[in-house]
Nanobody
Framework: QVQLVESGGGSVQPGGSLRLSCAAS????????LSWYRQVPGKERDLVAS???????TYVDSVKGRFTISRDNAKTTAWLQMNSLKPEDTAVYYC????????WGPGTQVTVSS
């Protein structure tokens, strides 16, 4: 079965950096695009960044120039490098793939606070 496991979250001061990882298994990783979403309590889960199977990337405007999504098909892992973090980036971050329906990992908490 499809499994996604996020890691790398934590607490950081504004302006700091974190690198989130998404370890994937149970499907042909190289054939699917992958996305990172984030959610704050009481709000919808929002798309942050996506990467296609071919490596093309897209970002929501609020993170352009600060976040970078990447993948290594041999390691079946994707990453979200987050730089110049802001308090408004505080959320639970999820990786997701659409394999026989959208699948989600359990998420990892990112807190940006001074």
């Amino acid at each position: 079965q499809v499994q996604l496991v996020e890691s790398g979250g934590g607490s950081v001061q504004p302006g700091g950096s974190l690198r989130l990882s998404c370890a994937a298994s149970g499907f042909t990783f190289s054939s699917y695009g992958l996305s990172w979403y984030r959610q704050v309590p009481g709000k919808e889960r929002d798309l942050v960044a996506s990467i296609t199977s071919g490596g093309s990337t897209t970002y929501v405007d609020s993170v352009k120039g600060r976040f970078t999504i990447s993948r290594d098909n041999a390691k079946t892992t994707a990453w979200l490098q987050m730089n110049s973090l802001k308090p408004e980036d505080t959320a639970v971050y999820y990786c997701s793939v659409r394999v026989l329906g959208r699948k989600w990992g359990p998420g990892t908490q990112v807190t940006v606070s001074s």
